[in-house]
Structure formats: structure tokens, C-alpha cells
């Protein structure tokens, strides 16, 4: 009987963290006409802040920003750290690979490569480009 207990608890334990994490992709990167890279941020619940921003290249942080109090933002620009936040990696560029991936607080992540993005377009993995009216319009609490 213990170990169906354990199974019980196990079960329950992973539906509660599974139901933290937002069902439909959150996180997306918009390539801007000056070139720049921004993240959106766009979470199932609005009370969720932002406590990290990461870029990431095979495996290695290219970029990092962190706020210590969480923020509400949902926007950030590759390479600057917005009032609240400081910069941990600093943005190297010159060591992107072909794939990057970019994560928000541990809660919404998105894989993408730079022949993805189309300027002005939100690109959102598994659902290609979009508006940027058409991204903050999603459902994302699915």
C-alpha cells in the first residue's frame, strides 16, 4: 500500500506543477527593422513576473539579464537590461550557432533560428510568425 500512496502522490505532485506552466508557448522573438532581437512575454497568468531573461546557443548563455523583485515586463530587447534587471552574461553574439533559445523565468521558452524571424513578425515555435497584435491576442492559459 505505501508504494501506491507514493505513485498517488507522485501523480498529484506533477499535476500541480504541470498546471503552473503556461499550456500554449508564451515566449516570442520578434526581429525588429533595426535588426535587434526582442523577446515577448506573454503569460497565462498576469500576476507572474519576470525574474530572468536567458539566451541560450547550443547550451551556452549567450545573454542573461535578472531582476531580484520580478517585474510585470513583457518585452526586452537582446543585450540591454531594463530598469529592475542587471545583466549577468552580457550579450555575445559572435558565439550563436545555428539554433538559440530563449527562456523567461523558467516558465516559457522558445526555440528559434535567425532564418525564422521575418521583421516585424513575432515568430513563435510550432506556430510560425504572427502579427504582434496576433501574439498578445492569443490565449495562452490554452
Not at 132 to 142: K, P, Q, V
Given at each position: 500500500?505505501?508504494?501506491?500512496?507514493?505513485?498517488?502522490?507522485?501523480?498529484?505532485?506533477?499535476?500541480?506543477?504541470?498546471?503552473?506552466?503556461?499550456?500554449?508557448?508564451?515566449?516570442?522573438?520578434?526581429?525588429?527593422?533595426?535588426?535587434?532581437?526582442?523577446?515577448?512575454?506573454?503569460?497565462?497568468?498576469?500576476?507572474?513576473?519576470?525574474?530572468?531573461?536567458?539566451?541560450?546557443?547550443?547550451?551556452?548563455?549567450i545573454?542573461?539579464?535578472?531582476?531580484?523583485?520580478?517585474?510585470?515586463?513583457?518585452?526586452?530587447?537582446?543585450?540591454?537590461?531594463?530598469?529592475?534587471?542587471?545583466?549577468?552574461?552580457?550579450?555575445?553574439?559572435?558565439?550563436?550557432?545555428?539554433?538559440?533559445?530563449?527562456?523567461?523565468?523558467?516558465?516559457?521558452?522558445?526555440?528559434?533560428?535567425?532564418?525564422?524571424?521575418?521583421?516585424?513578425?513575432?515568430?513563435?515555435?510550432?506556430?510560425?510568425n504572427?502579427s504582434?497584435?496576433?501574439?498578445?491576442?492569443?490565449?495562452?492559459?490554452?
Open positions: 500500500m505505501p508504494k501506491l500512496v507514493r505513485t498517488l502522490a507522485f501523480v498529484v505532485f506533477a499535476t500541480v506543477v504541470a498546471s503552473c506552466d503556461d499550456p500554449v508557448p508564451a515566449v516570442g522573438v520578434r526581429l525588429t527593422d533595426s535588426g535587434k532581437l526582442e523577446f515577448l512575454y506573454n503569460p497565462c497568468h498576469e500576476s507572474r513576473l519576470v525574474r530572468s531573461v536567458e539566451l541560450q546557443s547550443s547550451g551556452t548563455v545573454w542573461r539579464i535578472e531582476s531580484e523583485a520580478g517585474s510585470s515586463l513583457s518585452e526586452f530587447q537582446a543585450g540591454l537590461a531594463p530598469e529592475g534587471f542587471t545583466t549577468t552574461v552580457p550579450l555575445k553574439m559572435e558565439v550563436v550557432w545555428k539554433r538559440l533559445r530563449v527562456e523567461v523565468s523558467g516558465v516559457g521558452d522558445d526555440s528559434f533560428e535567425l532564418t525564422d524571424l521575418e521583421l516585424g513578425k513575432v515568430f513563435v515555435e510550432r506556430e510560425g504572427m504582434t497584435e496576433e501574439f498578445w491576442a492569443r490565449d495562452t492559459c490554452g
